[in-house]
């Protein structure tokens, strides 16, 4: 059964940086496009950021460009999220979301509909 877990979310002062861990299991993912959503207070479900199955290639969301970083460790089958430079309208519940398919990196992968599993999420607050 694949499970993907968040960890590391927390509350933070604005300009304050975080990571978020995204630990996969039930299966290896290193073949595998990897995202990460959110969700704010009374609004709808956001893609953040997505990664190719082999890390070269990333897209980020316009509000994230320049402060957020995805990784992975293909080895660890976990993905990272580094947030830099956090501003309150950060503030939002963190999902992990990875592809079924394998070797896949298009025009899906910046939407939910191009992922199949998804974790329970984690929270980040940034707030004075």
């Known amino acids: 059964q694949v499970q993907l877990v968040e960890s590391g979310g927390g509350l933070v002062q604005p300009g304050g940086s975080l990571r978020l861990s995204c630990a996969a299991s039930g299966q290896s993912f290193s073949a595998n496009t990897m995202g990460w959503f959110r969700q704010a207070p009374g609004k709808e479900r956001e893609f953040v950021t997505a990664l190719s199955w082999n890390g070269l290639t990333a897209y980020y969301s316009d509000s994230v460009k320049g402060r957020f970083t995805i990784s992975r460790d293909a080895a660890k089958n976990t993905v990272y999220l580094q947030m830099d430079s956090l501003k309150p309208e950060d503030t939002a519940i963190y999902y992990c979301?990875?592809?079924?398919?394998?070797?896949?990196?298009?025009?899906?992968?910046?939407?939910?509909?191009?992922?199949?599993?998804w974790g329970k999420g984690t929270l980040v607050t940034v707030s004075p």
């Open positions: 979301a990875a592809d079924r398919r394998k070797y896949y990196f298009g025009r899906t992968s910046s939407t939910a509909d191009g992922f199949d599993y």
